[in-house]
């Protein structure tokens, strides 16, 4: 299962491609999408609504699937805590905070808003880290104190958010829907500015694969294998903070990716980060593309935006997730 | 002896006036107002002032807009819907957006607070300080300029929308005049949609002034595929649809504008925003491509009161002398 | 650290041998209040400046008695509901970082009004109070149920943010089906509002705030039996499975009868008791009032800073409180790490 499951989890992207590709108001059959790739007709609605409203879309949502699992996996290697993930150590809420501030109160364009998101969600992660230190859990070996001090930091930054809304109801409308993770082609030039930074992030991810593996072993063992843990760690969590916070630019705040997907990928693929890392994204691109659908059809016409349906899946993921981790044995 | 009794009754009339009456309002409660309010304060612009202004009642603050009359809102209503400057006639607000100043609002001396049925919390608070009549609003009870008329027969000035009524009614029988080919026949003969942009598509319905003028036109409310299935979807006001679902619909007329508060709410904005939400939505969208698209202002015409119905009159007046594409 | 003195009063040890008492804090505490009323007053919010030795004509009159006056009440009373609330959670969760919002309470109370709201929009108000508290009721039942066996402090509240997050995602679809009128209006109380001050929400809160020195009295036992730890409680013979269903209902009811009122006023139950317990360390009942007490001010504080900052937009004293508390709280934290390390 191991060796095979890049390939097949590869199958499952494409599959998950075609069928975004396809569903939506109207089915748009397999030779229907080729034909709007190979020979598009601008005058065919079909090939319209394929290439420049359903491919952004689908293009949107295997990034940000992609980014903000692995991210998921880099943070809860080097924290070592199961429950790690952009958005339950704050990352999101910041970049999310940055984004809405750089653009009510500096007046941001688009291109520049993925620099403050990229300091906000470093602040909020280290916002995290600091609270966490802060409660004074030393003795922590589950490390929770900093998934609390994540949820009060994020809890904290989108109360500012919201205030930050509320005071110019022009922009409130544009942003209210980013908000609540819009994987919209209406933001297809988002895509284009940031993705290379999303790039940037996981490509830094997979190179440091080797080097996480052996972090995971210990810090001493690492040591004494030629890793230089301090360093290592730092690199490795800059690079998540920039594939999340890149992708949480582009498309707002996605919740439970970056939780669930490599608990569920570990199992298929070992606790080795080399292949621990593409698995998650594959497996990422496809979780987000399935959410993105639910998200368009599930109360059609209505539409809902996905981070709602990621956020309502990723609640019951969490409680299962809890229930599995924490509430073995007893517990005081 | 005759004009001794006909005094007595005069005298007895002058006593009558300047009471109040008690009435029962919308939600149930009931109220003591004033026969001929001369204060009275008003808890939503568009859906009460703008109609109230209209009417002629002397309104002496609206929610939603600073001490010194200026709104705090994207739009200032007065203006766009009955082309009030606030200059020369500034009418107070009643504190900051998002609450209500009680000190502000009893120094206005209101004789009657008029809210809507959204408003039911706040009506205790608020009768402190006068009383205070809600009025239906909600998309599922209110229709057209249903608000207007009844706020007329409350503060008796049916007089006055009868006025303004006629002129509308002369209005729409100069259109069909006009182009007797181009408009429906029989009422109910053709389907109308509302499209709001904002950052997706919304289908609006319900008690504005557009859609009392489209109904008198002759359209009816086209039917949503899917819509039937949410029941709550009926008395919605606003419906946010998929940007695909955007791509399908095709009514008679199709109707698009952008929210009050986006920057431009002009023709070329519309047009820009349904090219980021519906690429080539011109090419595609039956409306657009048989010339069955209006664009309307959407702070011009979301009041239920015959100003907005009139503008919704130019907006199609503007597109039927465009002619046949 | 709490203990009797020779006297029979009740007194606090701080580090370096000093003593307060009790009823000497309290009565300091009462005093600001006091002060914070009357400063209140004397200022000149908006146009109307009330002298108090002047005789008050009838604007300031209802200046005071109909807008002022309940609008201080109530925020004092909301505020500590919501810390003591908060307070409780801590001990029963043993850790710092509980509070009502984190564990989906306040978001099963919201999730109820929203409900109802979208259901029946003309329902009358005194509908809310009832179903913010069966929300709120609800949610903890569904917490106990999936910790059940397992009532351990980390285990509620991870499986609290868990339920938070996901009827977050619940009050976002219903907030699609609100109409936009009650939409704008939703989004300031839904951030804590004291703007609906009057007297009947003073009243309606009242009972709940007038029963809380007894909730305090009562549960001392069960909060000592939770302190003391599962095992030893059953060494002991005690039940603490009950004891901590027991405060959890009293946190919940606590904090949807502040809800119901004022909105969710989120991270004041991680705020107040910090701060109190960095301004005057105790334990057990003394904590939780000190904690209350402290919830009370801040919102009062929040409150007039809101209500005098003059913007266009009016603040949520719910958005005050969250943006000016992070940095009090972090220096509460600091504060306590620093107490504790020289203590020990």
């Not at chain 1, 693929?269 to 593409?278: D, I, K, N, V």
């Not at chain 2, 998309?139 to 509308?168: I, K, P």
């Not at chain 3, 606590?254 to 334990?283: E, H, I, R, W």
């Amino acid at each position: 299962m191991r060796r095979g499951f890049p390939v097949l989890a590869a199958l499952a992207l494409a599959l998950c491609l075609l069928l975004a590709l396809s569903a939506g108001e109207s089915w748009i059959p397999p030779s229907g999408i080729w034909a709007a790739l190979a020979r598009f007709d601008e005058t065919r609605q079909a090939d319209v609504i394929v290439i420049y409203q359903r491919l952004p879309r689908a293009l949107i949502a295997m990034l940000a699937g992609a980014a903000l699992s692995m991210s998921g996996a880099v943070l809860q290697g080097v924290l070592r805590n199961p429950l790690a993930s952009p958005s339950l150590v704050g990352i999101n809420a910041g970049a999310a905070l940055a984004v809405v501030a750089g653009a009510f109160l500096l007046g941001l364009e688009p291109r520049a808003q993925g620099s403050a998101a990229l300091a906000g969600g470093g602040l909020g992660f280290l916002a995290s880290l600091g609270v966490a230190r802060l409660a004074g859990h030393a003795h922590d070996p589950r490390g929770l104190a900093l998934i609390l001090s994540g949820a009060i930091v994020s809890m904290f930054l989108g109360g500012l958010t919201q205030a930050l809304l509320l005071s110019d109801p022009a922009l409130r409308q544009d942003y209210l829907g980013w908000l609540g993770g819009n994987v919209s082609h209406v933001h297809a030039e988002r895509l284009a500015d940031f993705w290379g930074l999303a790039a940037l992030g996981m490509a830094a991810m997979l190179l440091l694969a080797r080097r996480l593996s052996l972090l995971a072993l210990g810090a001493e063992k690492a040591a004494s294998l030629g890793i230089d843990v301090a360093r290592t760690q730092l690199l490795a969590l800059g690079a998540a903070v920039l594939a999340s916070a890149s992708a949480v630019a582009i498309c707002g705040p996605l919740g439970f990716l970056g939780l669930v997907v490599p608990h569920l990928v570990r199992p298929l693929t070992g606790a080795r980060f080399g292949a621990l890392l593409p698995g998650c994204a594959l497996a990422g691109a496809c979780l987000c593309l399935l959410a993105d659908l639910i998200a368009r059809m599930a109360l059609a016409p209505l539409a809902l935006h996905t981070g709602v349906v990621l956020e309502l899946l990723g609640g019951i993921a969490f409680m299962l997730m809890v229930r599995r981790f924490y509430l073995r044995g007893a517990e005081a | 002896m005759r004009r001794l009794l006909m005094t007595a009754l005069v005298a007895l009339a002058a006593i009558g006036t300047g009471q109040a009456a008690e009435v029962t309002d919308d939600t149930g409660r009931q109220v003591r107002i004033p026969d001929d309010p001369q204060r009275v304060v008003a808890l939503h612009e568009p859906v009460l002032a703008v109609p109230l202004i209209e009417l002629g009642v002397p309104v002496v603050g609206i929610y939603g807009r600073g001490d010194d009359g200026s709104s705090l809102t994207a739009v200032d209503f007065l203006h766009e819907m009955l082309g009030r400057s606030k200059d020369a006639d500034p009418i107070p607000g009643i504190g900051p957006v998002g609450s209500i100043n009680l000190e502000k609002l009893r120094a206005l001396r209101p004789d009657l607070i008029i809210g809507t049925d959204y408003d039911a919390g706040k009506a205790k608070a608020l009768s402190q300080a006068a009383p205070v009549y809600l009025q239906n609003s909600s998309a599922a009870t209110a229709h057209g300029f249903s608000v207007q008329e009844e706020l007329a027969r409350v503060l008796h000035r049916e007089d006055r929308f009868r006025e303004l009524r006629a002129a509308y009614q002369a209005r729409l029988d100069g259109l069909r005049g006009q182009f007797p080919d181009r408009l429906p026949k029989a009422p109910g003969e053709r389907t109308y949609l509302i499209v709001m942009l904002t950052d997706q598509a919304n289908v609006v319905a319900g008690m504005s002034g557009a859609v009392q003028a489209l109904e008198d036109l002759g359209y009816r409310r086209a039917e949503i595929a899917g819509e039937g299935s949410t029941r709550q979807s009926r008395s919605m006001l606003i419906l946010p649809i998929g940007a695909e679902s955007l791509a399908g619909l095709n009514p008679d007329l199709l109707l698009v504008m952008t929210s009050f508060a986006a920057p431009a709410r002009d023709e070329a904005a519309a047009r820009a925003a349904l090219d980021r939400l519906s690429p080539g939505w011109d090419r595609f969208m039956a409306p657009a491509r048989e010339g069955r698209v209006v664009f309307l202002d959407s702070a011009r015409v979301t009041s239920p009161s015959v100003a907005s119905a009139m503008h919704t009159l130019d907006a199609v007046e503007g597109w039927l002398a465009g002619g046949p594409r | 650290m709490s203990s009797r003195a020779l006297d029979g009063r009740r007194v606090l040890r701080l580090p370096g041998g000093m003593q307060i008492g009790l009823a000497n804090l309290a009565a300091a505490l009462a005093l600001t209040l006091t002060s914070l009323g009357l400063g209140a007053v004397s200022l000149s919010w908006g146009e109307t400046r009330l002298d108090l030795l002047a005789p008050l004509d009838a604007d300031q009159a209802f200046a005071l008695y109909q807008v002022r006056l309940p609008r201080l009440l109530l925020g004092f009373m909301a505020g500590w509901s919501v810390a003591l609330a908060g307070a409780m959670l801590q001990s029963l969760a043993r850790n710092p970082l509980a509070d009502p919002g984190l564990l989906g309470l306040s978001q099963g109370a919201m999730v109820a009004i929203m409900v109802l709201t979208v259901l029946a929009p003309g329902l009358p108000p005194a509908w809310l109070p009832g179903a913010a508290l069966l929300g709120g009721l609800a949610v903890a039942a569904l917490l106990l149920a999936l910790v059940r066996g397992h009532a351990g402090g980390l285990a509620v509240l991870l499986m609290g943010i868990a339920l938070e997050s996901t009827l977050s995602a619940v009050t976002a679809v219903l907030v699609l089906y609100t109409p936009p009128e009650t939409s704008h209006a939703l989004a300031g109380w839904m951030a804590g509002s004291l703007a609906l001050a009057d007297w009947p929400r003073v009243t309606m809160l009242a009972p709940w705030f007038a029963a809380s020195p007894i909730a305090i009295l009562l549960l001392g036992r069960a909060l000592r039996l939770i302190d003391l730890g599962t095992p030893m409680a059953m060494a002991l013979g005690l039940d603490a499975a009950r004891a901590r269903v027991a405060v959890l209902i009293v946190a919940v009811l606590l904090s949807s009868a502040a809800l119901t009122a004022v909105g969710p006023l989120m991270f004041l139950g991680v705020m107040a008791p910090q701060l109190a317990a960095a301004l005057s360390p105790a334990s057990g009942r003394a904590r939780l009032v000190l904690a209350a007490l402290t919830g009370g001010l801040l919102v009062t504080a929040a409150d007039m800073l809101a209500r005098n900052a003059g913007t266009d937009i009016g603040l949520p004293v719910g958005l005050v409180l969250v943006t000016l508390g992070a940095p009090l709280f972090v220096l509460a934290m600091r504060m306590r790490l620093f107490l504790r390390m020289s203590s020990s």
